[in-house]
């Protein structure tokens, strides 16, 4: 949902930045995964800094596809790099905060953990089946940006049971609505609709 409204929202004003930076697109894609993997090892500690690290490893997230399209070195590559490595980051994260929770005890917010990085997996499985048989699927009302800031909300405000409740039931309401929309297209295609 941001990331179809905003779009590219950010290549203006980082674009003078992005000019500057030398490194590939794909080593800022690294990084950033290399910071998220950084981040979930705190989470398994502390929620609070392991929240903070996952904002400083968005910003690579945000600058790596700046730099690629400022400085026209985007490839099919780098993005599906940067798909892969995304789904990485969202397992290590939940699995750090199922760890942390599961150390306190709390049973509950560590199943919620696991439910949410499930359907947070098939959202962005349902995208990629939908697009290998050749249909666009970004729908949905939770995508990754809106995941990210849900959790890394939860866990800076010190909500992070009704973060994991809301990303536990809305990431699989995503992936149903993405279920739902390409069952539609398939119909109205056999139909002629």
Avoid at 89 to 116: E, R
Avoid at 142 to 171: D, K, S
Wanted: some cysteine; proline content about 3%; hydrophobic content about 50%.
């Amino acid at each position: 949902m941001i990331g179809e409204k905003l779009g590219h929202v950010f290549d203006r004003p980082l674009r003078g930045l992005a000019g500057w930076i030398t490194v590939s697109p794909n080593s800022l894609t690294i990084t950033g995964f290399l910071l998220t993997l950084a981040a979930s090892t705190i989470l398994m500690r502390d929620i609070f800094l392991g929240a903070v690290l996952i904002l400083v490893s968005g910003a690579f997230d945000i600058l790596d596809g700046v730099v690629a399209r400022c400085n026209n070195k985007v490839t099919p590559f780098g993005a599906f790099l940067d798909s892969v490595l995304d789904r990485y980051s969202d397992a290590a994260m939940y699995l750090g905060l199922a760890v942390n929770l599961l150390n306190h005890q709390n049973t509950t917010g560590a199943c919620l953990s696991v439910i949410a990085l499930i359907g947070s997996l098939l959202i962005s499985y349902t995208r990629a089946r939908a697009e290998g048989l050749g249909w666009s699927c970004t729908i949905g009302l939770m995508e990754r940006p809106e995941r990210i800031i849900v959790l890394t909300l939860g866990a800076l405000g010190g909500f992070i049971m009704p973060a994991l409740w809301l990303l536990a039931v809305l990431t699989h309401l995503t992936a149903a609505q993405r279920v739902h929309h390409i069952w539609r297209l398939a119909t109205n295609e056999k139909t002629g609709g």
